[in-house]
């Protein structure tokens, strides 16, 4: 058994996993890069040719985990891509955003680079477009929980991982030269006691554990409340008469907000300001949640038999049109506008940014983690300008970050869910985070459990014996 390590490694995106067991290859997650220092890889081949590959496995629908599949497609896999039903559904609506976005993209710069007399590498090209998409979405097979799939002396399961929707680690029982070996894939992990989804669940044997480690370093801060920080940074913002804008990220960041917004209007905590969640996809994720009550814990499922669903108050707007999204720059009675993407680096939320980051009224408030290169890092590290489409803005709004939202599992999570294992792994290989936090995860794993923890480059291949 190989195991080639494509993407996430020493760095957040692009998760990607290449596993040949006996007569199986699989591809594990197939992910988009987007920190800007890796972007040329998403125009990379595969070491191994698609058409070669028996199966793809989504652990979920995040673009950094499936982002990369209808490239995969048209260079020729013919496999299925076996996921959750929730993640078949969100990586319809993720990838058709991501092909539009891509697409509009690649026109802009053409034109700003005609405009100013150069030429661009691919991001004047799209990685791919609508009709690439359309085209990898039969190969797609929903799989339940817990059900088992052979494939040629590898047995899979979907666990629950409690990160977003529909999001699983893999448990993978293979038979090579009559030997069993179980090969574990996180995913990306969640954290206990989060509304709207289930806790992770937990495995007690893995011979070989690929575990991500985007907190791997840290503790996620345990200070005031979601709710009281949300409260607090409203009431501030709308006293000074200027606009909350949030980057989300359309699957889960975005619901998770609902469900405190929606509680705190019910409760009366927060004046009855306009709340816009100005993103198409993020409208459409929303009614994937409604459809998929089999993945929201028993409180979600609760509020929404009591006719409370947090995906639906009384002072909600949920924008989809152009036009809809240009008319809240033009209002001047404050209000919170979500939108995406979650990291700034495309789609509606930059154009708020324009209209909202010289203004010292309003506030950019971040809720989730912001890869180092991207838009929404250089803000929230205290750049006195950025550069938003093509022009340098002055930051002059107030700059805030909520924490307690982290839809990843912090260090004391990952320890936890790893204390579960009862004997020790053959191998961990920690990836999917940043260097120094997957150096020091690694290491925490020796000290801790005295385990055998390493930290794989990109491209690197090792043989599980």
Same mark, same amino acid.
């Given at each position: 058994?190989?195991?080639?390590?494509?993407?996430?490694n020493?760095?957040?995106?692009?998760?990607?996993?290449?596993?040949?067991?006996g007569?199986?290859r699989?591809?594990? %997650?197939?992910?988009?890069?987007?920190?800007?220092?890796?972007?040329?890889?998403?125009?990379?081949?595969?070491?191994?040719?698609?058409?070669e590959? =028996? @199966?793809?496995l989504?652990?979920?629908?995040?673009? %950094?985990?499936?982002?990369l599949?209808?490239?995969?497609v048209?260079?020729?896999? $013919?496999?299925?891509?076996?996921?959750?039903?929730?993640s078949? =559904?969100?990586a319809? &609506?993720i990838?058709r955003d991501?092909?539009?976005?891509?697409v509009?993209?690649?026109?802009?710069?053409?034109?700003?680079?005609?405009?100013?007399?150069?030429?661009?590498?691919?991001?004047?090209?799209?990685?791919?477009?609508?009709?690439?998409?359309?085209?990898?979405?039969?190969?797609?097979?929903? &799989? !339940?929980?817990h059900?088992p799939?052979?494939?040629?002396?590898?047995?899979?399961?979907?666990? =629950?991982?409690?990160?977003?929707?529909?999001?699983?680690?893999? *448990?993978?029982? @293979?038979?090579e030269?009559?030997?069993?070996?179980?090969? *574990?894939f996180?995913?990306?992990?969640?954290?206990? =006691?989060?509304?709207?989804?289930?806790? !992770?669940?937990?495995?007690?044997?893995?011979?070989?554990?690929?575990?991500?480690?985007?907190?791997?370093?840290?503790?996620?801060?345990?200070? !005031?409340?979601?709710?009281?920080?949300?409260?607090?940074?409203?009431k501030e913002?709308s006293?000074r008469?200027?606009?909350? *804008?949030?980057?989300?990220?359309?699957?889960?960041? @975005?619901?998770?907000?609902?469900?405190?917004?929606?509680?705190?209007?019910?409760?009366?905590?927060?004046?009855?300001?306009?709340?816009?969640?100005?993103?198409?996809?993020?409208?459409r994720?929303?009614? *994937?949640?409604r459809?998929? $009550?089999?993945?929201?814990?028993?409180?979600?499922?609760a509020?929404?038999?009591?006719?409370?669903?947090?995906?639906?108050?009384?002072?909600?707007?949920?924008?989809?049109?152009?036009?809809e999204?240009?008319?809240?720059?033009?209002m001047?009675?404050?209000?919170?506008?979500m939108?995406?993407?979650?990291?700034?680096?495309?789609?509606?939320?930059?154009?708020?940014?324009?209209?909202? &980051?010289?203004?010292?009224?309003?506030t950019?408030?971040?809720?989730?983690?912001? @890869?180092?290169?991207?838009?929404?890092?250089?803000?929230?590290?205290?750049?006195?300008?950025?550069?938003?489409?093509g022009?340098?803005?002055p930051?002059?709004a107030?700059i805030?970050?909520?924490?307690?939202?982290?839809?990843?599992?912090?260090?004391?999570?990952?320890?936890?869910?790893?204390?579960?294992?009862?004997?020790? !792994?053959?191998?961990?290989?920690?990836?999917?985070?940043?260097?120094?936090?997957?150096?020091a995860?690694?290491?925490?794993?020796?000290?801790?459990?005295?385990?055998?923890?390493?930290?794989?480059?990109?491209?690197?291949e090792?043989?599980?014996e």
């Amino acid at each position: 058994m190989k195991l080639q390590f494509l993407g996430a490694n020493r760095q957040v995106t692009g998760s990607q996993y290449y596993l040949r067991a006996g007569q199986t290859r699989l591809l594990i %997650d197939c992910g988009m890069f987007q920190e800007r220092q890796y972007l040329d890889r998403n125009w990379d081949s595969l070491p191994v040719p698609p058409r070669e590959i =028996d @199966a793809l496995l989504l652990t979920h629908a995040h673009l %950094d985990h499936c982002g990369l599949i209808p490239k995969l497609v048209r260079e020729g896999f $013919r496999g299925k891509i076996y996921t959750t039903a929730a993640s078949a =559904d969100l990586a319809e &609506i993720i990838l058709r955003d991501s092909a539009h976005i891509q697409v509009e993209d690649a026109a802009y710069k053409r034109k700003r680079h005609r405009k100013e007399g150069r030429t661009g590498k691919h991001p004047e090209i799209p990685l791919y477009d609508e009709n690439d998409v359309e085209r990898a979405l039969p190969y797609f097979q929903p &799989i !339940p929980y817990h059900e088992p799939i052979q494939l040629n002396g590898v047995t899979i399961r979907f666990l =629950d991982a409690g990160h977003v929707l529909g999001s699983a680690f893999l *448990v993978l029982d @293979a038979v090579e030269n009559g030997q069993r070996r179980r090969i *574990v894939f996180s995913g990306d992990l969640g954290m206990r =006691d989060r509304p709207i989804l289930r806790d !992770p669940e937990t495995i007690d044997q893995a011979d070989y554990l690929i575990i991500e480690s985007t907190y791997g370093d840290r503790e996620h801060d345990h200070g !005031p409340s979601v709710m009281e920080q949300l409260t607090r940074v409203v009431k501030e913002t709308s006293a000074r008469g200027g606009h909350v *804008v949030i980057p989300v990220f359309a699957l889960e960041r @975005a619901q998770e907000l609902l469900f405190y917004f929606s509680r705190l209007y019910r409760e009366g905590k927060l004046p009855p300001l306009p709340i816009f969640l100005d993103s198409p996809m993020a409208v459409r994720i929303t009614e *994937v949640f409604r459809r998929h $009550r089999e993945c929201l814990d028993e409180e979600t499922q609760a509020l929404i038999d009591a006719d409370e669903s947090p995906f639906n108050f009384p002072n909600l707007h949920l924008v989809s049109t152009v036009e809809e999204s240009k008319q809240i720059n033009t209002m001047t009675v404050p209000s919170v506008i979500m939108a995406t993407s979650g990291m700034c680096t495309a789609g509606r939320i930059k154009f708020h940014l324009r209209h909202n &980051i010289v203004r010292p009224e309003s506030t950019i408030l971040f809720v989730g983690y912001q @890869a180092r290169g991207t838009l929404g890092r250089q803000i929230l590290d205290g750049n006195p300008q950025v550069r938003i489409h093509g022009k340098e803005w002055p930051t002059r709004a107030r700059i805030e970050q909520i924490h307690g939202l982290s839809g990843h599992a912090d260090r004391p999570a990952l320890l936890s869910w790893l204390s579960e294992i009862k004997q020790p !792994p053959k191998s961990v290989f920690v990836t999917h985070g940043e260097e120094n936090a997957s150096l020091a995860f690694a290491e925490t794993i020796r000290n801790r459990f005295g385990w055998r923890a390493s930290v794989p480059e990109y491209m690197d291949e090792v043989e599980l014996e």
